[in-house]
Structure formats: structure tokens, C-alpha cells
T-cell receptor
Framework: GQSLEQPSEVTAVEGAIVQINCTYQ??????LSWYQQHDGGAPTFLSY????GLEETGRFSSFLSRSDSYGYLLLQELQMKDSASYFC???????????FGKGTMLLVSP | NAGVTQTPKFRILKIGQSMTLQCTQD?????MYWYRQDPGMGLKLIYY???????DKGEVPNGYNVSRSTTEDFPLRLELAAPSQTSVYFC???????????FGNGTRLTVT
């Protein structure tokens, strides 16, 4: 089976840097994805790590270490609009579907 | 290009009623999914389809049915609605198994 653990809530101030961790227990998977969901909205794709290491997309970066069963999403220069829930997700090799973590609610304050 | 369109946006059902949640996509994606999301929880997979004529159960299929007669449409059927089916339902599509999921805006269903 597979399970993904994320903190339920993280708070930060505008302009700061925040890291949202995702640890997982799965026998094997294709890669780690991150999705953002604003309150009342639909999830939207942020990033995907197929290989170990850092992927950077503007203010957002995502990291994967398969040996440590660990990944994170790094958000820099936080803005109020970054207040949302962030979900990590994996696709196990024995499955053709995506499994999501329970999500981390990020609250950005002025 | 509308992406993934879900209807209705909101619905209130009485216990025992049935309904169909509609989902259509105009991106010619083979892969389509139905997820439900309960407050403070992640997305749980109900059913999915890897192409027209092919459907399979996800993690929480009980109480639901699907069909995939065309590439574009993937309706979700609720028979004998129960309060436990109160949730937000998201449909998603994907061009290939490892590409990003595109989600619809969701259907908020309340069963009372």
C-alpha cells in the first residue's frame, strides 16, 4: 500500500519562505507531484519530480529524495494569494492512478 | 478551450434519490477520473477510465457507477443517495498516465 504524510497546517508571513514536507511509504512509484487548491476551487498542478533533486518553477521549487522517502515544496517570496491547500501525490508502479496526501493548509499573513 | 466541465455546481438530494454528475472534457484526453473530497481530507478516487469503453474501480467505489461511452464524457451515477455521500466531487482528465491532471470545478453535493 501507500500513504503520504503532510503537516495539516503551516503559517507564514508575506515575503517569507516556507517548506511543506511530504513523507511517503510506498514500495515504488513513478514520481512525486504537487497540487494547489484555493478554498472552494479545483486543484491545479504545480510541479512534478520524476527524479531525485530539485525542480524550480518561478517562486516554487519541489524536491524529491527517494532514498529518504521524502519530498518537499518550497515557496519563496510568499504572497497573500499563496494561501491555499497544497497536496502531494504519487503514482505507485503497481497502480495506474494517483494517490493524494491529505493536504497542507498554508496561511499567509501580512 | 473549456477544459473539464462539471455539472451541476451544487445539488441537494434526499436520502434514497439518485442522480448523475456530468463531466465532459474537450482536450481529447484518454484518462479520466472521479474523486471525492471531504472537509480537511485529500482526494479519494471513486472510479477511473483509461479510454472509451473501459472503466475501473478506485479506492471508494461503493454506491457509485460510471460509464465511458465516448472519449469526452465520463458521468458518475449515484443510486440510492446516502448522507455519507455528502461531499465535493471532482472530475479530472489526463493526456497520459504521468502527465498533470486537469480538474473540473467540482460538484458540491449534500444528501439530507
Amino acid at each position: 500500500g501507500q500513504s503520504l504524510e503532510q503537516p495539516s497546517e503551516v503559517t507564514a508571513v508575506e515575503g517569507a519562505i516556507v517548506q511543506i514536507n511530504c513523507t511517503y511509504q510506498t514500495s515504488g512509484f513513478y514520481g512525486l507531484s504537487w497540487y494547489q487548491q484555493h478554498d472552494g476551487g479545483a486543484p491545479t498542478f504545480l510541479s512534478y519530480n520524476a527524479l531525485d533533486g530539485l525542480e524550480e518553477t518561478g517562486r516554487f521549487s519541489s524536491f524529491l529524495s527517494r532514498s529518504d522517502s521524502y519530498g518537499y515544496l518550497l515557496l519563496q517570496e510568499l504572497q497573500m494569494k499563496d494561501s491555499a491547500s497544497y497536496f502531494c501525490a504519487v503514482r505507485p508502479v503497481q497502480d495506474s492512478t494517483l494517490t493524494f496526501g491529505k493536504g497542507t493548509m498554508l496561511l499567509v499573513s501580512p | 478551450n473549456a477544459g473539464v466541465t462539471q455539472t451541476p455546481k451544487f445539488r441537494i438530494l434526499k436520502i434514497g434519490q439518485s442522480m448523475t454528475l456530468q463531466c465532459t472534457q474537450d482536450m481529447n484526453h484518454n484518462y479520466m477520473y472521479w474523486y471525492r473530497q471531504d472537509p480537511g481530507m485529500g482526494l479519494k478516487l471513486i472510479y477511473y477510465s483509461v479510454g472509451a469503453g473501459i472503466t475501473d474501480k478506485g479506492e471508494v467505489p461503493n454506491g457509485y457507477n460510471v460509464s465511458r461511452s465516448t472519449t469526452e464524457d465520463f458521468p458518475l451515477r449515484l443510486e440510492l443517495a446516502a448522507p455519507s455521500q455528502t461531499s465535493v466531487y471532482f472530475c479530472a482528465s489526463q493526456s497520459a498516465y504521468n502527465s498533470p491532471l486537469h480538474f473540473g470545478n467540482g460538484t458540491r453535493l449534500t444528501v439530507t
